[in-house]
């Protein structure tokens, strides 16, 4: 199977509440959390797709779509 | 289907705190949920009273957000009455365990079909950090100022003796584990159990000083191992996580099929 | 009127009249003195593809008949006393929630453990009034098992009619008296079947958005429309609100569409009430005496009535007055300290002529009791 490939961190900005679990957990520290404490994908080149931070991200606030 | 295809999307952002550990089960649950490409009609979501109950409200199944720690003898009803219906009863530990202890274990003991979510935070976040029967002893509550004196369930053991025929346990470290878990406790026919451990950095976690949300989650990683892993020998304090039972037993409703067809023969 | 001759049992005659409405659905714990109702039940329904549960107590009881309710079918559960009182935060949350269901008390003498197998009718203000909150109730009674049978069809037709719990307010006497009950044909009853909506699938639907005439259309749980039930405030949606303006608008709905309807729910048999100067009022198993009392008065000559209620919830105040505009004095018989006594009391013109005739030691009033009470009520002496 093909590695799939990132088209894009789609974050909800109204439901993301700055927690931090996402960036914690994220295997290739590509998630910051900026001024306002909202995610941003900030070493987006660097994410591998595992999508852990979305299955783990209490407010389903971050979703990664991918390449097909 | 989407799992934003599962969901109430005019409530959001939800009422949880920013951490909550409820969010994390709410979230793996709408995976199962997708994963196995359930309708929607054919879900009826119960819950009784506390944070963890407003997880109903989230959901775009039929919902029924009861009273505090009856969830399960409403859930009863419905699926007696309808037993071709996925019943789903997400509960806190207090909602589960203090308050309804007597419907949980009879739930249990009758084996009846129901997916039961015990959302083990350890207090009572609704009411403001109160302990609860699953606090344990040591730990520090609004109510045990100096120290808990009280013994927590195990809630596996509890429902295993109870005679749940599927008890498992997870966290909310464990997110794809949870989804997998959920899932097979949706497919069984029978009482099933999941334990999540969950955080409630709000107030459990400022109690006893255990950090924030991300040093609870960590703390479920470093703390629990596989069920029957060499590590628990090794370290006997580690809880342990997975599938504790898992058995086909007779389920509820159609034995009382049984029933039915004898007494049709009496008339 | 034709049907089936039967001996039995009051409780017995309650299963008749619940099985005749279309009851499918009964969970229950056992109690004296209303053990007959669940046994029979467990019985019955599974003969006729009903479903009966034993639960672990009276709290799982009254929440699983909601739950059952909710999925489209006729539900009721049956209790005393102390089962009763365990009811309560349920029986709230089904008239928040609008469920309808029915719940049999047979009653038997409290406070606590009480008098188990002695009759009483001193839960009249529990039925009110035990559940928290301001809310109405229906509750409704009988003095006679052809009574108990048609009251207990009327309470289901008054639930689904309404979408609310309506209690059935019997006593240890009536539970188990035998006496015969003659079961009418199938449709010689009207019965109120559950009123569902026309609304189609993927069209919004509004579960607590009340039509013109008052009833809300229910959605069974499992069918198309997906909607949230709560015991909390809430929208048209089911959803919680603390919108002040929904929460004034739900609870006057609440009460409302019961007491805006009390002379339809109200139902009550009245004896030689015309030219009555002595008005005895009465209800349950004290009826039956009074009803015995005034038969033997009015062969003497005696202008004496009985106005006999069997709904005590809500109460129709004016029917009361009405009836006892021209009464010397009314007196009331029951078997409580005067539960019912102080209601009519605040209902008639005159409250200094009416008087409470009642025993509360667990022994049934007996018609000699009745003309004893009212010889010393009017100063005649024992
Ligand atoms: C009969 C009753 N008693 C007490 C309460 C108050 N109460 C609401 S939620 C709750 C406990 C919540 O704790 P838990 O069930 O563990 O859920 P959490 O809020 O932690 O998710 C209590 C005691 C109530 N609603 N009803
Ligand atoms: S886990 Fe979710 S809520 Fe928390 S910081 Fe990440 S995106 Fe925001
Ligand atoms: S998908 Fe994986 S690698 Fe990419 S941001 Fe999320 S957690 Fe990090
Ligand atoms: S109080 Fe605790 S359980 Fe409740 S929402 Fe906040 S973190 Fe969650």
Known sequence: MAKPKLKEHHINRDWCKGCGICVEFCPKKVLELDKQDKVVAVHFTNCICCKLCELRCPDLAIEIETEL | ?267 | MNGTLKFVQGNEACVEGALYAGLKFFAGYPITPSTEIAESLAYRLPQIGGKFIQMEDEIGSMCAIIGASLTGSKVMTATSGPGFSLMQEALGYAIMAEIPCVIANVQRGGPSTGLATRGAQGDVMQSRWGTHGDHAIVVMTASNNQDVFNITIEAFNVAETYRTPVILLFDEVMGHTRERLIVPEKDEIPLVERLRTSVKGGVDYHPYLPREDGRLPMSDFGGVHRYNVTGLYHDMWGFPSENPAVVDGLIHHLTDKIRNNVHTITQYKEYFIEDARTILISYGSTARSALHHVLNRRKRGEYIGLLELQTLWPFHGDLIREKCKNAELVVVTEMNLGQLYRQVKIAVDHPERVFLANRVDGVFITPTDIKNMLRLIQGRGV
């Open chain 2, 1 to 267: 289907m989407a799992i934003k295809d599962y969901i109430r999307e005019r409530f959001f952002p939800h009422i949880w705190c920013p951490g909550c550990g409820h969010g994390m089960v709410l979230n793996a649950l709408l995976r199962a949920f997708e994963d196995l490409a359930i309708s929607k009609n054919e879900i009826v979501m119960v819950s009784g009273i506390g944070c963890s109950a407003r997880i109903s409200g989230y959901v775009d199944v039929h919902t029924l957000h009861t009273i505090h720690g009856r969830a399960l003898a409403f859930a009863t009803g419905v699926k007696m009455s309808r037993p071709e219906l996925n019943l789903i009863v997400p509960m806190g530990d207090g909602d589960a365990l203090a308050i309804g202890g007597n419907h949980f274990i009879h739930a249990a003991r009758r084996n009846i079909d129901i997916t039961a979510i015990v959302m083990n935070n350890r207090i009572y976040g609704m009411t403001g950090g109160q302990y609860s029967p699953l606090s344990g002893y040591g730990t520090l509550a609004t109510t045990a100022p100096f120290i808990n004196i009280d013994h927590a369930f195990d809630v596996v053991e509890l429902a295993k003796a109870a005679g749940a025929t599927f008890v498992a346990r997870t966290t909310t470290y464990h997110v794809k584990q949870m989804s997998e878990l959920f899932k097979e406790a949706i497919l069984r026919e029978g009482f099933s159990v999941i334990e999540v451990l969950t955080q409630c950095p709000t107030y459990f976690g400022r109690k006893n000083k255990a950090g924030s949300a991300v040093d609870m989650v960590k703390s479920f990683k470093d703390n629990t191992t596989p069920v029957g892993s060499k590590a628990k020998l090794e370290s006997p304090g580690l809880i342990e996580r997975g599938i504790f039972v898992q058995k086909d037993l007779p389920e509820y409703t159609r034995e009382y099929d049984k029933v039915i067809e004898r007494a049709m023969k009496k008339r």
